[in-house]
């Protein structure tokens, strides 16, 4: 019919995977919630977020959030748009703005996570 | 009493648009079908409006249209399932090409249909009695069989008012019938032939297609059963 | 005008033109007509089963299956057809499955099978002469056999790759000399004239249900196919055998399928009483439908029946005592026609049913391969073929019982399409005369330019409802009389018809006119059917002659339009294995 911009491939890994990081994400913005917000007064200190920061089990609860987050809100967003009939350039720039700025957030996440 | 259609016409020969246009009929109980009230539209006052219909009872699926914002067949719905106190908006069925006043040209809904291979295909050499299925299994196919293929699902479905190629409910339904029917040995061609950019995937479990089915097949359910196939074959 | 040619042209996506549809062997053309498209067909809506003698839940054999027919269609049937089609029932059935078709099961797997009016065993097997008590003959799947069965078919054609022409409306055939050249056809899309060339022509029309006030037959059921033939010098036969099935929805005609009383429903009339046991000892509300209709109007008559608000009687179909497992899952649509459309709740009480026109015995003449014949010696008409409930093989004589029609349909539009398949081989195109379609253009032009002063709709209400009054369940010479010249005024006020739509697209207005002469030309021969059928026999009950008369009326009637009178000429009934007897369950 007509050429598509993403993946040729099946679209149910990217559906279990959608569901699989919301579920995920349940869990970490749970966790996230109680070490942020749920007392107002700690883990906003530079200090405590130093401590957190140097425990390589936060390191990862870091990493997997940035990741998971940014996987399923970039890709949910790509789902709406690809619910809409596009030119092919016009889709093509969309794909690449998220695939970049994904790319680009996740490389700073990263960064700053690790430079701890 | 007196009741109020309010009738979205639309004749290509004659107008560049669509226009509403209110006729005030007689109905004889609030059981009374909005197809007959259609009938006497046609048959006392205006015999230009044009509309599909047959069976009259819900059973062929010539006649969904719009009634008040809502899918429906015009056979099935009675007086009373409206508000027929204020005029009854009767337009014909949203996103697809109308022909005239209700008529909307169903050719790419067929073709979507067809897509699903919506027929049954076993190579192998067939017994000489029926195929034996457990009831339980048969009746698996029950619901997905009962479509009469009336477009008021998929006609109600975003998914399809944003991208016209999606699939559509209807035709997604058709391929679970055969998917999930223990004779068939096609599952993996219908499979692939949703498993595309504008096929299942375009499916956000929005139940608007649940709500306008009159024949009342829960569509989601049966599109998430695909899903769920179609992940345990890919993964 | 825009001429096709193709080795086939069926008319009609029905059950019988789709099963035929199939039987057409790859490397020739063929098309199949309908003004409808193809899963809209009425045989979607066929609720109750298709009867085989499976034995699938007790003991059954096609001879059973071939007396109780022979039986329901009060000696009338030819026995020759009725024997082929119980023996082919078993293999047709297990073919549908096989399509995909998806049944209701037994606990082992097999098509599950159940009662249905006049379908009868031995009640001691090895004693053929014994008391005959219900069998599990029709096998369904939930009620809604009829559509899955059109949808399989339909599917199957796809899978074939048939070519469809839908919303075309055909207005006449073509003949050449004495064979058929094609058909005349209606874009109704365009209002474009079609002229289709064929070597061969099904007609699978349906049937004409709209000819009667209330009916259970779709607004499409005009009788097309029979005005066809009757237009074209060809005869119809036993028009005057009209079934009224028993239990439509008061009012409204609507279906309630006899399964309701397979399933255990019964008939009350105003005293509460269960009426059947004195009308059918034995098989009581499951007698055949000619019995119980005039059983009903009988208790109407006598005054046992319900007075509705819009004048018309009715009784009570009493399903509440039944398990509601039985209601919804074997009866789901029927038990919702009757909460959707008159507000009853099916579970606590009773629904209120009327006799409802449902079915055409009578239909165009046919040999066992669906070849149409011209007269009482059965000489074909080459190139011309009919199946299903346009056609009268005569398989269901003067009454049908449950579950045979669709049975029907598929082993006879499948012989059709083998004969079909057989002929094209060997036959040439006949010469398709200059003026074919003039007919149609005429009638057509005399409609859109007509400025008389008769409306579609009036003048077809009239129509149907004289024809309910006077050539209903019970008939007599005096209404008949009255109802020929009724008939001819009729059509004499046709010609005055005028339509608002001048338009070329989907003009509705201009087919449903069309429809309106095809349903008088249809109503003719049923008039005059019923007028010389000087006895009661099966379905046509004449108060004047309530006895069969077995000496004068053990024949088919075949009655040909002229220009005044039809002519009325007689054919004899095939007899082979039974010989006429009472009829009594
Ligand atoms: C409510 C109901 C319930 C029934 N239940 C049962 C049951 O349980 N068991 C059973 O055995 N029988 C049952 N019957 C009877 C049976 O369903 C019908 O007799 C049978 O389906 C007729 O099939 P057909 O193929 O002959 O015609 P139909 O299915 O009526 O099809 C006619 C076809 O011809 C086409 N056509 C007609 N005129 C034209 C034209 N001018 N131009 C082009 N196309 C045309 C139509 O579009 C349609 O495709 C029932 C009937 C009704 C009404
Ligand atoms: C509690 C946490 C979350 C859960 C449980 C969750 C769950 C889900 C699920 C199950 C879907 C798939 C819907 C479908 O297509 O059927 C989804 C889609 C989506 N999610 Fe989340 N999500 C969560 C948080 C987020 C966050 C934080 C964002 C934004 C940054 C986000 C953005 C999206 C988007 C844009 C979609 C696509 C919408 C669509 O397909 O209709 N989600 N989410
Ligand atoms: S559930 Fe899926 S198919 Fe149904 S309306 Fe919603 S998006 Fe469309
Ligand atoms: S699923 Fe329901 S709404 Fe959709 S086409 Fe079938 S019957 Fe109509
Ligand atoms: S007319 Fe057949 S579904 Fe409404």
Redesign the pocket.
């Known amino acids: 019919m007509y050429k598509h911009t993403g993946s040729r491939g099946s679209g149910a890994p990217g559906w279990v995977l959608q569901r699989i990081t919301g579920l995920l994400l349940v869990i970490v913005v749970i966790g996230h919630y109680f070490v942020m917000h749920a007392d107002p007064a700690s883990g906003h200190t530079y200090a405590a977020v130093l401590e957190r920061m140097h425990h390589p089990l936060w390191k990862m609860f870091d990493l997997t959030f940035i990741t998971v987050g940014l996987w399923h809100g970039l890709n949910g967003t790509w789902g709406i748009f690809r619910d809409y009939k596009m030119k092919p350039a016009v889709s093509l720039t969309i794909y690449g703005v998220i695939i970049l700025s994904g790319i680009a957030f996740w490389v700073l996440g990263v960064n700053t996570i690790l430079s701890f | 009493m007196k009741v109020t259609l309010r009738i979205q016409r639309y004749n290509p020969e004659r107008d560049s648009e669509p226009y509403y246009q209110e006729f005030i009929v007689e109905a004889g109980d609030e059981k009374e079908r909005i197809l007959d009230l259609l009938h006497q539209v046609k048959w006392k006052f205006d015999g230009t409006l044009t509309f599909r219909r047959s069976c009259a009872h819900g059973v062929c699926g010539s006649d969904g249209i719009r009634i008040n914002g809502r899918n429906r067949l015009a056979c099935s719905t009675l007086l009373r399932d409206v508000n027929y106190r204020k005029p009854i908006v009767i337009e014909p069925l949203p996103s697809i090409p109308i022909i005239k006043d209700l008529i909307v040209d169903m050719s790419d809904f067929y073709r979507k249909y067809e897509a699903v291979k919506p027929y049954m295909v076993n190579n192998s050499p067939p017994p000489e009695h029926e195929r034996y299925q457990s009831n339980d299994d048969a009746e698996k196919l029950f619901e997905s069989a009962k479509c009469i293929l009336c477009a008021c699902c998929t006609t109600s479905c975003p998914s399809s008012w944003s991208d016209d190629n999606y699939i559509g409910p209807a035709a997604l339904l058709k391929a679970y019938r055969f998917v999930f029917d223990t004779r068939d040995e096609a599952a993996d061609e219908r499979l692939d032939a949703v498993d595309t950019p504008d096929g299942i995937w375009r499916c956000h479990t929005i139940f608007n297609c649940v709500e306008a089915c009159p024949k009342e097949i829960n569509l989601t359910w049966h599109i998430s059963q695909l899903k769920k196939r179609l992940t345990e074959r890919e993964m | 005008m825009i001429k096709h040619q193709y080795d086939v042209v069926i008319?009609?996506?029905?059950?019988?033109?789709l099963r035929a549809a199939l039987e057409i062997p790859e490397g020739f053309s063929c098309a199949v007509?309908?003004?409808?498209f193809?899963t809209?067909?009425?045989?979607?809506?066929?609720?109750?089963?298709?009867?085989a003698a499976l034995g699938n839940e007790e003991e059954d054999s096609w001879e059973w299956h071939m007396f109780d027919t022979v039986k329901g269609s009060d000696y009338l049937g030819d026995q020759e057809a009725t024997e082929i089609m119980a023996k082919d029932a078993i293999r047709a059935i297990i073919e549908l499955e096989h399509m995909g078709m998806p049944f209701s099961r037994t606990p082992e797997g097999k098509i599950a099978q159940r009662r249905f009016g006049g379908h009868t065993r031995p009640e001691k097997p090895d004693d053929p002469d014994s008391k005959r008590v219900a069998v599990r003959r029709?096998c369904y799947s939930a009620d809604r056999?009829?559509h899955v069965m059109?949808h399989t078919l339909y599917e199957n054609c796809i899978k074939q790759k048939v070519h469809f022409f839908s919303e075309?409306?055909?207005?006449d055939l073509i003949m050449s000399g004495k064979s058929c050249a094609g058909v005349v056809?209606m874009d109704v899309a365009t209002s474009e004239v079609h002229v289709f060339h064929a070597k061969a022509v099904m007609l699978?029309?349906?049937?004409y249900?709209r000819v009667f006030r209330i009916t259970?037959?779709?607004h499409?059921?005009?009788g097309?196919?029979f005005s066809f033939v009757y237009n074209n010098g060809l005869p119809l036969q036993d028009m005057e055998f009209v079934q009224f099935h028993p239990t439509g929805l008061w009012k409204l005609g609507?279906?309630i399928?006899?399964?309701a009383r397979g399933e255990g429903g019964i008939l009350l009339n105003n005293k509460g009483e269960r009426f059947m046991e004195r009308y059918a000892p034995t098989v009581k509300d499951l007698a055949p439908r000619d019995m119980v209709s005039r059983a009903i109007i009988t208790e109407i008559r006598e005054g046992r029946g319900f007075k509705g608000s819009d004048g018309t009687f009715y009784v009570h179909l009493d399903v509440s005592h039944l398990p509601k497992e039985v209601l919804n899952d074997k009866l789901p649509e029927i038990t919702g026609f009757a909460r959707t459309y008159l507000g009853v709740e099916p579970t606590r009480e009773p629904i209120p049913v009327q006799p409802t026109a449902?079915?055409a015995m009578g239909g165009i003449p046919t040999t066992v391969d669906a070849e149409v014949t011209r007269d009482k010696k059965n000489t074909k008409v080459p190139g011309l073929y009919a199946?299903?409930?346009?056609a009268c093989v005569s398989v269901h004589g003067a009454n049908r019982l449950?579950?045979?029609?669709?049975?029907?349909?598929i082993v006879f539009?499948r012989r059709g399409g083998k004969a079909i398949a057989k002929f094209i081989k060997g036959a040439e195109f006949a010469l398709l005369p200059e003026d074919a379609a003039d007919r149609t253009l005429e009638r057509i032009d005399h409609l859109m330019n007509s400025k008389g002063k008769e409306k579609v709709g009036p003048l077809r209400t009239e129509l149907q409802e004289r024809m309910m009054e006077k050539v209903g369940v019970f008939r007599n010479k005096k209404d008949l009389t009255e109802m020929t010249s009724e008939i001819k005024s009729l059509r004499e006020r046709y010609r005055e018809v005028s339509i608002d739509d001048k338009g070329k697209i989907f003009n509705t207005d201009l087919v449903e006119a069309i429809e309106l002469g095809?349903l008088i030309d249809t109503a003719e021969p049923i008039i005059y059917g019923a007028l010389v059928r000087e006895e009661s026999r099966g379905a046509h009950s004449r108060e004047d002659f309530p006895k069969r008369d077995d000496k004068k009326w053990l024949k088919h009637t075949l009655v040909y339009k002229t220009d005044g009178k039809p002519k009325v000429d007689y054919k004899p009934v095939s007899i082979t294995r039974f010989q006429p007897k009472e009829r009594k369950y």
Request: net charge negative; proline share 1%.
């Open positions: 008319i009609g996506a029905g059950g019988a033109g007509l309908s003004k409808v193809p809209r067909s009425h045989t979607g809506a066929a609720q109750g089963g298709i009867g029709s056999t009829g059109l075309f409306f055909v207005t056809a699978a029309t349906g049937g249900g259970s037959n779709a499409v059921g005009t097309d196919g609507i279906l399928s006899e399964a449902h079915y199946a299903g409930e346009a449950g579950t045979n029609s669709l049975l029907d349909l539009g095809n």
